[in-house]
């Protein structure tokens, strides 16, 4: 990938920074970004994770690894309050995930929210070189390209949103929105994870702002035109197919059959969040041994659900919630050799994640709504060709698009059509699993991690080159 065309170091924001792949601890994003960065030079800047009284102000702390300079700031516990767990996480994350219902709008997260974008602008512009081209990750940051301009920077920004883009109808409860979309038209590519999110973007800028849709890539308003596009985000395929067939993996996936005691076990992996649709799943599996009492003592729900953003009220609620729901459908139908639901709320090694998908029957990923859902297609890498499992995918993940000719595709909010899903999977002939298997696993290794980023990049860099230039 490395042309004359793709010359200038990378430098990317984002909320966390690294670890960079050779930690062994990256998930697919940081090994799809530490290679893009490794290949080109750069630097990778974002938050600490730490409060400091000076915020972000406060001196770098800068981290080297070959080219490749990972750089991080504080912020004060104030900023953190309104910016991360108020503006970005209260406000635009239910109302991105279409849940107005759970969105919270305060002018003084919307004051820390501009603020932030600003200040990290600010920052980043101290590390920048002429020939820098910048990549922006995620909906903490949709003004930082705009701030970045105002610094005088004008080298290339791009900028990826990893969660939904919701229907202009809803974006545009927003207070500010429109003043959010024309700060985000400063970002010279957007890239969306599907071509629903990419539309949905494209629609407010024509119907809210009177803009103009270009062509099938570009929308203009105003004196810019920038690219929008859809870039499905992967998974690095080989490397987690890798992890399931370790001895350590395979180690845990023997100790697991010889608990499941011919048991099959259904298996959900999702950070503990409203969006993944987590107590719906159980009302479908509370559904499954209602409807079909044959799985009764057969069959076992293990939800693991690393626990996030714990100091909101709304993510407090949904723990408790799924706490009772569990503890009702054990308490109905669990024996002394059974229980029917697990939940953990604690984080796995990525390792033993892939082990347990390898040694689950089915996985069950039905989010209400989701960017795309890196779980889905993790299960997908982990399984065993000889004797694969059976991935039941909502259709409101991103993954959906992919995914839908080899998933049992379901509407997560009817628990009857989970559960009639559910009790296909358990009954599948293993012929039927392995076609439906190989038809998933092509797209998962086709479009990776590593892949994702460099299709990103090489239109960003071609946009500096002047092959897609912008100009009106
Ligand atoms: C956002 C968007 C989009 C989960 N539990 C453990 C663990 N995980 C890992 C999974 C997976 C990742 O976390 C979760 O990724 P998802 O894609 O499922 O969801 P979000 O965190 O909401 O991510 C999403 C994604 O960004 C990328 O663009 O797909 O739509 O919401 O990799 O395996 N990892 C470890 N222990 C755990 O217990 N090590």
Redesign the pocket.
Request: no cysteine; aromatic share 4%.
């Given at each position: 990938m490395d042309t004359n065309k793709e010359k200038g170091r990378l430098v990317v924001l984002s909320n966390r920074v690294g670890p960079l792949s050779d930690s062994g601890k990256a998930?697919?994003?940081a090994v799809g970004l530490g290679d893009a960065l490794r290949r080109r030079g750069g630097i990778w800047f974002g938050w600490s994770g730490k409060t400091s009284e000076q915020g972000t102000f406060s001196a770098f702390d800068r981290e080297t690894e070959g080219d490749v300079e990972l750089v991080r700031v504080d912020m004060t516990e104030q900023e953190n309050t309104d910016f991360y767990g108020g503006y970005a996480n209260t406000t635009l994350w239910p109302l991105m995930h279409y849940r107005l219902d759970l969105a919270g709008f305060e002018r003084r997260f919307e004051a820390a929210y501009r603020h932030i974008n600003q200040r990290m602008a600010a920052r980043l512009s101290t590390l920048l070189e002429e020939d820098d081209v910048v990549w922006v990750h995620d909906y903490h940051y949709l003004l930082v390209g705009h701030e970045l301009r105002e610094t005088g920077f004008k080298g290339p920004i791009g900028f990826f949103l990893?969660?939904p883009f919701p229907p202009p109808e809803i974006f545009a409860a927003l207070p500010n929105a429109n003043s959010i979309v024309r700060g985000m038209v400063d970002y010279d590519v957007i890239g969306f994870?599907t071509e629903r999110d990419c539309r949905n973007f494209c629609r407010y800028i024509t119907d809210e702002l009177g803009g103009e849709q270009v062509d099938e890539a570009r929308v203009r308003l105003g004196d810019r035109t920038i690219i929008a596009k859809a870039y499905p985000?992967g998974?690095d395929a080989e490397g987690f197919e890798k992890l399931a067939r370790s001895a350590d993996a395979l180690a845990l996936r023997k100790k697991l059959y010889t608990m499941l005691e011919g048991r099959h076990q259904v298996v959900g992996?999702?950070?503990l969040?409203y969006s993944k649709g987590i107590p719906e799943r159980l009302r479908a599996f509370d559904e499954l041994l209602q409807t079909y009492p044959e799985n009764r003592g057969k069959v076992t729900l293990l939800q693991?659900a690393?626990l996030s953003r714990a100091e909101l009220e709304s993510y407090r609620d949904l723990r408790r919630e799924l706490e009772e729901l569990a503890g009702h459908i054990n308490g109905a139908f669990g024996t002394l050799e059974w229980t029917p639901i697990r939940i953990m709320t604690r984080?796995?090694?990525?390792r033993a994640?892939a082990g347990i998908c390898r040694a689950s029957r089915v996985g069950l990923v039905t989010p209400l709504r989701?960017?795309?859902?890196?779980?889905a297609k993790?299960y997908v890498a982990a399984q065993d060709p000889e004797n694969p499992g059976v991935l039941v995918l909502s259709r409101f993940a991103?993954a959906a698009r992919e995914l839908q000719a080899g998933a049992l595709m379901v509407n997560p909010h009817d628990p009857g059509d989970v559960a009639g899903a559910l009790q296909t999977a358990v009954t599948m002939p293993l012929a039927e699993r392995q076609r439906r298997f190989e038809t998933m696993r092509e797209p998962v290794f086709r479009t990776t991690a590593q892949s994702w980023c460099a299709d990103f990049l090489a239109e960003l860099y071609a946009f500096r080159a002047g092959d897609r230039s912008g100009a009106a």
């Open positions: 998930g697919g994003l990893h969660i994870q985000i998974i992996v999702d950070r969040d693991i690393p984080g796995f090694t990525r994640l989701d960017g795309m859902n890196l779980v993790e991103g």
